[in-house]
């Protein structure tokens, strides 16, 4: 209302003319801004109906198994006797693995494909990437046991033993499935999310950053490290959680080659479980009621565990911002 | 046709919530449960259209957790199970519901050794190994059951289904029979905790792993075995026989079997000297009083035309039919069902 009093205040153009202008209908405006905020309430209301409905379908399990849930190992259904820590432990494991093998591989790709690949060259390297996440899981799994893992199993196993057999991570006997095995396929399908991403946002960063640095007479790769790279640190550390994202839920492809074992073991060559392949492997066949609770349950600690990786990974973000824009200012 | 089809049977449909009972056109039978005895199911379902085409049976296998779920919850008319339902479940049940067993299956022993040789088992190795109690091919327990095949020094990989499944229940009914420690330990379930091993999704999940690893034993289908042409061995049965698991001694065993009233039977470790010893049933669950009037009178018509038809299909989809006495008593069962 105070914005629309000064253009009449000022007019002093004919009467007809003013009473000819009726002002501008805020309703557009209006609706515009309610259906916006329905859509993203919409969303925020999925999420809580979600966990609303994964606490109910658990509230059994968690009354019986309590905190111990989280913290003890035994998975039992035969005597109903269900702890997740096994699951919780192979999830972030995997998962750490994708990230170690996928981060710096899109993120090189990525940069490659912006910064210097021959224009010639770009779309069809982007194309074969895109068509990488097309690919269905269950394939990419069958793929796995029946390719990757022989393959794994004869070569790059064995040498990691020879090599690094004296850690615990690479320690004990070699059978193919494993959670290592089951990291690398999750990098595999979280290579393509993260490389978009990373491209788009090494695409976004202005040309006028890369003529500063080659003006003060910076090599190729010092204007991509000052220039390109820690101006794009915040987005690129984005595209790293949204593949984390989907590494933290990924089941069929896992599934297939990590094991399936709940044991909590140090070397990567043994098998491993998460909790996303124990619902899809146990949900269908889960006749008595605790069982069937105690397996929403771990839908309800994976819900946690995404939301509390995330969380960290916003924190870290946070301090790893403040502190570039401190070395700025200094 | 396909539109029109469809518009018949939206019709049809729409009829029965509007009229209940007095469906003209053609009638939805929904049933859920099991996967092993999909295959033949669906071939049942489409030769029964042939037969009475009034009926159309809509199944869903999502597992026999969820055909046992649905059908306590009466959201389907019948449903489907690898194994029979617990005690437990059954109380839940708003009515008398009713097993009837339809076909079975074995679970074999399948392995990768160089040179694929031919092997025998008796229950106290099988048993040993997926204890983690043998761990070696070369194991003075399997080398005396298999004289004049030479084992390797090698370590054996166990693996096992990840999933819930019929064929790890029928499996562990088997080990938790014949090992005391097996049943103290680990117990009979769709899943367990398994003392050793890896696990593999799904039957084609296990054949592959079995395939591509050397030294692997494990347990899959007998379809499994066959069609991926994986060796498997013969087992020593209660009577002392080493019996080859195929169509005819799965039958053996269900003829020999000890068989209650409820058909809530377990035929592994059956006692007949040519029955195979691990192998199990599949049922349908009906309610024994039928709600709706029309729909149940079609349902026990499609159920007699399985028994005494249907089970002939059975042997081409390498599924073993149950035995002529056993067909018998399960048709009087069907005919105990009130509509």
């Known amino acids: 209302m105070e914005i629309a009093t000064p253009p009449a205040a000022a007019s002093l153009a004919p009467r007809s003319a003013a009473q000819a202008m009726v002002p501008p209908s805020r309703f557009g405006d209006k609706a515009f801004e309610w259906l916006t905020l329905a859509m993203a ?38 005597t109903e006797q269900f702890g997740a820590l096994p699951f919780i432990y192979g999830t972030l494991v995997s998962s750490f693995i994708a990230l170690l093998i996928a981060v710096p591989l899109s993120v090189a790709t990525a940069v490659y494909l912006t910064e210097l690949a021959p224009l010639w060259i770009r779309q069809p390297i982007v194309s074969l990437i895109e068509m990488l996440a097309a690919i269905p899981s269950v394939i990419l799994g069958l793929w796995g046991i029946f390719v990757m893992i022989p393959w794994l199993r004869d070569y790059p196993f064995p040498l990691l033993k020879r090599f690094f057999g004296w850690t615990p991570f690479f320690s004990g006997p070699i059978y193919g499935t494993s959670m290592l095995a089951g990291g690398i396929i999750i990098a595999i399908m979280i290579l393509p999310i993260i490389t978009s991403v990373s491209r788009e946002i090494l695409r976004s960063v202005p040309n006028l950053q890369r003529e500063a640095a080659y003006a003060l007479g910076a090599t190729r790769w010092e204007v991509t490290r000052i220039a390109v790279l820690s101006y794009a640190r915040k987005g690129l550390f984005g595209a790293v959680i949204l593949g984390l994202g989907r590494a933290l839920g990924e089941t069929m492809a896992v599934t297939m080659v990590i094991g399936n074992t709940p044991q909590i073991a140090a070397s990567l060559f043994k098998p491993g479980y998460t909790l996303a392949s124990v619902i899809a492997n146990e949900f269908t066949e889960a006749t008595t009621d605790i069982y069937l609770q105690a397996l929403f349950e771990i839908g309800l600690v994976l819900f946690g565990v995404t939301i509390l990786v995330n969380l960290i990974a916003q924190l870290l973000l946070k301090t790893l911002t403040t502190t570039s824009t401190t070395r700025a200012v200094q | 046709m396909k539109p029109l089809k469809f518009r018949r049977k939206t019709l049809a449909l729409v009829l029965l919530a509007g009229m209940s009972a007095t469906a003209s056109a053609q009638m939805m039978i929904n049933g859920a449960g099991a996967t092993f005895p999909y295959p033949i199911y669906s071939k049942w379902f489409d030769e029964y259209a042939k037969v009475d085409p009034s009926v159309r049976f809509n199944y869903q296998s999502i597992g026999s957790g969820g055909g046992q779920k649905q059908i306590l919850a009466q959201t389907v008319d019948f449903g489907a199970s690898d194994g029979p339902m617990s005690d437990e479940n059954l109380a839940k049940a708003p009515g008398k519901l009713l097993h009837i067993p339809t076909v079975a299956g074995a679970d074999v022993v399948a392995y990768n050794l160089p040179g694929n040789p031919a092997l025998k088992f008796d229950a106290d190795t099988i048993a040993g190994i997926f204890l983690g109690q043998i761990k070696k091919w ?5 080398t005396t059951l298999n004289p004049g095949v030479s084992l390797p020094d090698q370590e054996i990989v166990v693996v096992h289904r990840s999933d819930g499944s019929g064929t790890t229940y029928i499996w562990t009914d088997y080990l938790s029979k014949i090992s005391p420690e097996w049943k103290s330990k680990v117990g009979t379930n769709t899943s367990v905790n398994w003392p050793t091993g ?32 994986m060796p498997y061995a013969e087992v020593k049965n209660a009577a002392g026989e080493f019996v080859k698991p195929n169509i005819q001694s799965v039958t053996a065993a269900l003829a020999t079997a000890d068989i209650p009233e409820d058909f809530r039977f377990s035929i592994t470790n059956a006692p007949g000297k040519d029955a195979y010893p691990i192998c199990g049933a599949t049922w349908l669950l009906v309610y024994e009083q039928q709600k709706d009037a029309t729909k149940g009178k079609k349902l026990v018509e499609f159920l007699k035309w399985a028994v005494k038809d249907g089970e002939k299909m059975a042997r081409d989809l390498q599924y073993a039919p149950l035995p002529e006495n056993l067909q018998e008593r399960v048709l009087k069962r069907i005919h105990e069902i009130k509509i």
């Open chain 1, 41 to 78: 309430m919409a969303v925020v209301l999925l999420v809580i109906l979600i966990g609303w409905q994964l606490w109910r379908g658990s509230s059994l399990a968690v009354q019986k198994f309590g905190f111990h849930f989280l913290t003890t190992s035994t998975w039992d259904p035969v």
């Open chain 2, 138 to 142: 070369n194991d003075p327990k399997i």
């Open chain 2, 198 to 229: 890896i696990g593999g999704k799904g039957n084609e999940g296990v054949a592959g792993q079995i395939k591509q690893t050397p030294g692997a034993l494990g347990y899959v289908e007998l379809i499994y075995a066959v069609q991926n042409k």
